[in-house]
């Protein structure tokens, strides 16, 4: 009995010894020979339908590996890939020795400075001459005021003429600029003093290359509500012509800017006078309806030859405009170069000194921004919702 005993305990005592070894294989994940894996994974083995923590996905990108929405400090995103720009581009201009003969010459300079782009300046009668270049592919860019760059975007006035169709020409905004102090100018010895002192003498009326100076010598008859009977009007080709046309006795009085060239020549020769503006309300509302202008006061001092005592005058802003399929990357890089060193403007023309970042985006825009100069803009995070709002419904005016 006691030998049987000891036969079933010895039993008893291999089988334990068989279940342990058993269970040591299971936890140390031995593989059995001729096993197959499992066709459900479980938790400590993630499939492709259901990613981990370990394992992301593309649809759930985690910190160890990021997307391309969030770029990580241990991997950066890729670097822009380089502006692909021309050798030489042109501007378009007024005659040379004007205003915006000036400033189109000095953003020239500066661009050509900073750029890989030979920025060269083609100086005519005006926008109206120049603009038809839009068309034809031979200017790349133009210096003009805002009423031409808008009247020549929406084909008014002049421009419904000499446009495709009559239907504008494809403008777009690059930067807002300077503004304009500009008046009625007029020769010191012939004794005319206000407005109303006009009346007998030659005005020039119309500026045959530039329809906005020509709607700025209307809105200085609106303000004042001058009796045109009493006027005898006279046409001129430029702006410079406009002076030049007192100095020689062709004209009595001009639309002219502060800061023109040829303004000097008539100081020397005979003496230089801007007029008054009347700045009520009311009469800059009239003025308004030809030329978008306000008016302020114009203290006597250096570079502001004609402005004899303090004087109403009135003011508008200038515009660098391109063609609308000029490459977003030329224009990025003309946007990025006056940026960045408009300091260089001032030391070229008084007039530049205006020129600069704080002034380029403006809501008061009237012509559409090019998709060149907005990528910059955004970059510097100067594009706001306003500004985006005010581009789609000047985009919706042009459609």
């Keep these: 009995m006691k030998k049987k005993f000891s036969l079933i305990v010895a039993c008893l005592l291999l089988m334990a010894l ?4 058993a269970a040591c294989n299971k936890d140390t994940g031995t593989a059995q020979p001729g096993a197959q894996p499992s066709a459900q994974p479980s938790a400590a083995q993630p499939s492709a339908a259901q990613p981990s923590a370990a394992q992301p996905s593309a649809a759930q990108p985690s910190a160890a590996q990021p997307s391309a929405a969030q770029p990580s400090a241990a991997q950066p995103s890729a670097a822009p890939a380089p502006l692909v720009l021309p050798s030489m581009i042109t501007i378009g201009t007024h005659a040379t020795g004007s205003l915006y003969n000036n400033m189109g010459a000095g953003l020239a300079t500066v661009a050509t400075r900073h750029t ?13 001459e120049w603009m038809p270049m839009f068309t034809t592919g031979e200017i790349e860019l133009g210096v ?15 421009y419904a003429a000499i446009s495709p169709g009559g239907n504008g020409f494809p403008v777009r905004l690059v930067t807002n600029g300077s503004y304009n102090i500009a008046s009625i100018l007029v020769a010191e010895d012939s004794g005319i003093k206000t407005a109303e002192d006009l009346y007998g003498h030659n005005y020039v009326l119309t500026v045959t290359g530039s329809a906005g100076i020509t709607m700025q010598n209307e809105a200085f008859l609106a303000n004042h509500q001058l009796d045109r009977s009493r006027l005898t009007m006279v046409s001129v080709t430029s702006i410079v012509d406009g002076v030049d046309a007192i100095i020689e006795g062709r004209a009595d009085a001009t639309s002219v800017s502060i800061g023109v060239a040829r303004n000097e020549e008539l100081d020397s020769t005979r003496g230089a ?3 008054d503006w009347d700045p009520s309300p009311e009469a800059i509302a009239r003025a308004n309806e030809y030329f978008p202008l306000w008016v302020e006061e114009v ?18 802003s200038n515009y660098l405009v391109s063609r609308t399929d000029v490459t977003d990357d030329i224009i990025y890089a003309v946007v990025q170069a006056l940026w960045e060193n408009y300091d260089e403007l001032a030391a070229i ?12 985006v403006t809501e008061g825009a009237v012509v559409p921004y090019h998709d060149g100069a907005i990528r910059f803009f955004k970059e510097q995070g100067i594009w706001t ?7 789609q419904e000047l985009l919706a005016m042009g459609s």
């Design 144 to 158: 003009l005021n805002c009423w031409d760059a808008q009247q020549a975007w929406l084909g008014g006035f002049d």
């Design 299 to 316: 203290q006597p001092g250096p570079g502001q030859t004609g402005v004899v005592k303090p004087t109403y005058m009135y003011f508008f």
């Design 385 to 391: 919702a306003s500004m985006e709002a005010r581009q």
């Design 273 to 275: 006078r801007f007029l």
């Design 116 to 128: 890989p782009m030979e920025v060269k300046v083609s100086a005519m009668t005006g926008p109206v």
């Design 18 to 21: 068989m279940l342990g070894l």
């Design 349 to 360: 023309h008084p007039m530049l000194v205006q020129w600069k970042p704080e002034t380029f």
